[in-house]
């Protein structure tokens, strides 16, 4: 007897350790080897993140946990480094409604430095002597076409030059506990700018809660003074897919993104950050696989739900129709 009821513990403790084990390796538990920063593999509503195969991503559905890809590594983000520019700005010069906030005249320096950088091949917004933005303006042109010209000109104007303004940006990211994250520049041009996705979601989340910065990043286009009407680069952003994209040879395609699901009769806001995506320095190539990488997040976490969009009634350029805030 004694014998017998042994038998049965062992073969109830065998069965619980297979399910167990059944159970962290259906949500991606199960540890993997490699160098990093370990990502948290949890599932989201009862379905496992399908994180992309390459680089690395973070992804938040609702309320939920904020779940990283693992092995984060601490990698250049190219124009995802002006989300902070952005935050910075908003949290010194908060826009309501539709406030246009501070105005700037721009100097003859400024606009030939954004002459001289666009005939590098920069990421620059065309601007001209004596020509007057407002503070919105200038989010929308450093946020929608990414003028890194126009990242440095809010350097001066809310720090007084990019010195004061890079302190700003490093301390905000320790008060935000992004460990893994360095500014070296405002605009993400220099490779020496780096962080995690992890991080990077940390702070969208944060920037999310200005809703200027929403409408925004939720806009298709922007028309400027000079510069005319300019495109957002974001692939998805036709599709409901809010956010900030980023792209060159070093950091590949990123892509910082909100979008609004429904899953169990509820509707959620998805938000997201993928880096890393494809290779090479072909803008439209990488940021393609960012938006698939990003459309891989959101389906994997809701596979049956029906995906919402936040086209705004006035129009394509999102002025109206502000997603609520998350």
Known sequence: MRGARRSRVL???VAVLVLVRAGFSAAGHMPRGGGGIPGARLPVHGTAVGWPQDGQAAFVLGDGRLQASPHQQPAPIASLAKVMTAYLTLERYPLSGEQEGFTIT?????AQVAARDAARGQSVV?????EQLTERQLLEALLVPSGNNIAQL???????GETGFLEAMNAQARALAMAHTVY??????????VSTAADQLRLFRRAMRFAAFRRIVSMASVTLPVAGTLRNFNPLVADGYAGKTGSDAAAGGCLAFFTHLTTGGRRLTAAG????????????????AAAEAAEQLVQSAAPRSGIGTMRAPGGPDGRRGVPPLP
């Open 11 to 13: 073969l109830g403790t």
């Open 106 to 110: 721009v100097t003859d320096a400024q």
């Open 126 to 130: 065309a601007v001209r002597a004596g």
């Open 154 to 160: 809010l350097s001066e104007t809310v720090a007084g």
């Open 184 to 193: 070296t520049d405002p605009s993400g041009f220099d490779p020496g700018t």
């Open 273 to 288: 950050v993928v880096m890393g995506q494809g290779e090479g320095s072909d803008t439209s190539a990488i940021l393609a």
